[in-house]
């Protein structure tokens, strides 16, 4: 069974940096064609997908935050790392990962999200 | 960036009831498209990938169709667990991109 988990802070203030933590069960990294991306959905706002990576390192981000978003993986901890610079009050939201499975053109699986707020 | 638009916002609609959901991209995007359900406080649940694919487990009453720009969702009869926001997400190409979501309430 494949379950995803994020963790890192609930409060960060502006212009700090924000890592969170993607851990994950049932599937492997390096399985060739899986996928973990990220997706995040301010309150009350639609989803809007940040990043994905493959298991062959390959990684694609969203042009509007390119410059801020780094994601890389850890296969021997089943982890999936993301972090963003600068961050800003607008980027409160709740950030989910999800897995991409093979060939797949959605995300199947999802964690259930952890709420960051922005806020000196 | 693609853009994804969704028709309604919101919809008011009773048990039973045929509830259709459309989504529009700014261009082509094959049959590159998912649809996901959720449910306030939760996260999203693939209900439907490759357009019109079901996703195993999801119930038959869901389907979806088109391909190239215009697809819609329909939920055949409308239960009460189905009251939820929807949302399509194109994948033809980076970055992969949602539509603004979809309310079905209870009429």
């Known amino acids: 069974q494949i379950t995803l988990k994020e963790s890192g802070p609930t409060l960060v203030k502006p212009t700090q940096t924000l890592t969170l933590t993607c851990t994950f069960s049932g599937f492997s990294l390096t399985t060739s064609g899986v996928g973990v991306g990220w997706i995040r959905q301010p309150p009350g706002k639609a989803l809007e997908w940040l990043a994905l990576?493959?298991?062959?390192?390959?990684?694609r981000y969203s042009p509007s935050l390119k410059s801020r978003l780094t994601i890389t993986k850890d296969t021997s901890k089943n982890q999936v790392v993301l972090t963003m610079t600068n961050m800003d009050p607008m980027d409160t939201a709740t950030y989910y990962c999800?897995?991409?499975?093979?060939?797949?053109?959605?995300?199947?699986?999802w964690g259930q999200g952890t709420l960051v707020t922005v806020s000196s | 960036d693609i853009q994804m638009t969704q028709s309604p916002s919101s919809v008011s609609a009773s048990v039973g009831d045929r509830v259709t959901i459309t989504c529009r991209a700014s261009q082509g995007i094959s049959s590159w498209l998912a649809w996901y359900q959720q449910k306030p406080g939760k996260a999203p649940k693939l209900l439907i990938y490759?357009?019109?694919s079901l996703q195993s487990g999801v119930p038959s009453r869901f389907s979806g169709s088109g391909s190239g720009t215009d697809f819609t969702l329909t939920i055949s009869s409308l239960q009460p667990e189905d009251f939820a926001t929807y949302y399509c997400?194109?994948?033809?190409?980076?970055?992969?991109?949602f539509g603004q979501g979809t309310k079905v309430e209870i009429k």
């Open positions: 490759t357009a019109s």
């Open positions: 999800a897995h991409r499975p093979v060939a797949g053109t959605a995300f199947d699986y």
């Open positions: 990576i493959y298991w062959d390192d390959d990684k």
């Open positions: 997400q194109q994948a033809n190409s980076f970055p992969w991109t």
